[in-house]
């Protein structure tokens, strides 16, 4: 069972499809690759261009746009750190914690938290050093990220405690 399709006006077969692109044998036996917009009689499903302003509009104009993926920022908060560079946070109490923290710094508080929350045993380094086991393969932004939510968990448990 092959599937024929069409592209410059000439018959090919199609062997693989996979996300936008085509793997198609040429009448001339050789195998090639083409986007699906190539082909003809292809429709798109969607118009890039015309979604992404419409769902900007729509949430206030505070999204960024990566693509087909339209992200909501209205919830975040720009700041500058000491040395000048921006950054985007939820501004809770936790964020604004960690701002001015280096990643080591990081490391530290939330050990520390999670020690003093209990809801892991041993001294602060063994803990940090099972974080930064566990985080230390992620790149900055997300160990950041991974940590604060880590964080804002221990002192969860440490308000319920």
Do not use: C
Not at 54 to 78: C, Y
């Amino acid at each position: 069972m092959s599937t024929q399709m069409t592209i410059g006006g000439k018959t090919v077969e199609v062997v693989a499809r996979k996300g936008g692109w085509i793997t198609y044998i040429s009448e001339d036996g050789v195998t090639k690759r083409a986007r699906v917009s190539k082909f003809d009689g292809y429709k798109a499903a969607r118009s890039n261009g015309a979604k992404a302003p419409k769902a900007a509009k729509a949430r206030g104009g505070k999204v960024a746009v990566t693509g087909n993926i339209i992200r909501d920022r209205s919830g975040f908060k720009p700041y500058k750190t000491e040395e000048g560079t921006k950054g985007l946070d939820n501004g809770d109490k936790v964020a604004r914690q960690l701002r001015d923290l280096d990643l080591d710094g990081v490391y530290g508080e939330t050990a520390r938290a999670i020690r003093h929350a209990g809801t892991e045993e041993g001294t602060m380094e063994d803990i940090e050093s099972s974080l930064r086991k566990r985080y230390g393969k992620l790149n900055p932004g997300q160990q950041r990220m991974s940590l604060g939510n880590r964080l804002r968990g221990a002192l969860r448990n440490q308000a319920a405690a």
